[in-house]
DNA sequence: TCAAGATATTTGTAAATGCAAATAAATGAT
DNA sequence: ATCATTTATTTGCATTTACAAATATCTTGA
C-alpha cells in the first residue's frame, strides 16, 4: 500500500475540509458562514425556496438548516413564510441584508475558485469539476444517503 | 451567478464530506471508523510516528487525535509508547488487533477508490488526485492553517 | 365530517470537533 | 543547579451537527 495520500477519499475529505474551513474564516468577518453562504447562494439562483429543497441543494440537513434559518431570521438575512397553497410547507425568501450580504460574498466566492485553482487549467477545472460532480453520484447506491429509496 | 453546483469548494466539499460519510458508515461493521483508518493506514505506511506527524499526515486535529488514540489504545488497535531520546514525544505504534483490523480495512478502501472512479478513467483519475493534491497546497496561504508560521 | 396515513418542518439529545488553557519535559543561560 | 523558554501532548469547554422523536398540516376514503 501506498501513502494515505495515494488514497482519492482521502485527498477529497482533506481538500473540501480544508477550502471549507478556509472560506468559512474568510467570510467570518462580514457575519457569514460556509453555510449561509450555501442558503443565500440558492435563494440568489432561485428565491423562495421550500425547507426541504434548500436542504437538498445546499447539502445541509434539514435539522441543522432549521437552526440556521431561525439564526438567519434574526439577522434579517431571510423571511420565513408559510406556503398559502400548502400550510405544511415554508418557502424561504432572501430579505434586504441577505440580499447585500449576497453581493459582498460572490467576489468572495469567485476569488476563492481562482485561488483554488492556481495552476490548474481552465480544461482542467472544468474535468474536475465533472469528476466531482459524477463522483457524488456514484456514491449515490452506497450506504449514507438515507435520500432516495430508504 | 450560476446555480450554486457550479462552485469549486461546494462540489469538492459535497463529494469530500458524502465519501467520508459512506466509507465510515461502510466500515463501522468492523469496529472502525475514517479517522480509525487514517490513523492505522499512516501507521501501516510507517510504524512508530509522534502525535505531531500523525496529526500533520491525517489532517485529525491534535486534541482530537488525542482522544481518538485513548480509544484505539484501550482497544488493542495502537501502542503509545515514549521516546527514550525526547521524553516530550509520544510514538505511536500499530498493536496486534491495529494490524489485523488494518488489514481487513486495505480492501474495503481500494473498492471504495474503484466504486468512486466508476466512469472516470484511469488517466483522468490520476489527474484528479493531482488536481486535489495541488488544491489542498493552494490554499496554503489562506486563513485558517494555524501552521506554517503563525 | 372524521380517522388514517402521508408529507414537511421543528425540537430533544447525544456525539464529534476545534480552540485555548494546562501540563509535562527538554534545552539554554546564569 | 535553577529559572525561563520552547516543544509536545493532553484536558476543559463551547459549538456544531446529526439522528430520532414530536408536531403540524394535508389528503383520501368512509
Redesign the pocket.
Known sequence: MGPLDTYLPYLLNRAG?RIA?AFG?EVRPLGA???IWRVLAALHERDGR??????QTT????????????SMEKKDLVA?R???????????HAATAGRRLTQRLLPIAERYEKVALQGIGPKEAEQLKAALRRLYANMDGLA?P?KGRG
Chains 1, 2 share one sequence.
Open positions: 475540509t474551513t474564516e458562514t460556509l453555510q421550500r425547507m426541504g429543497d434548500l436542504a447539502s445541509i440537513e434539514m435539522s441543522t438548516l432549521t437552526r440556521l434559518v431561525d420565513r408559510r406556503d398559502p397553497e400548502d400550510a405544511r410547507v415554508v418557502v424561504l449514507n438515507r
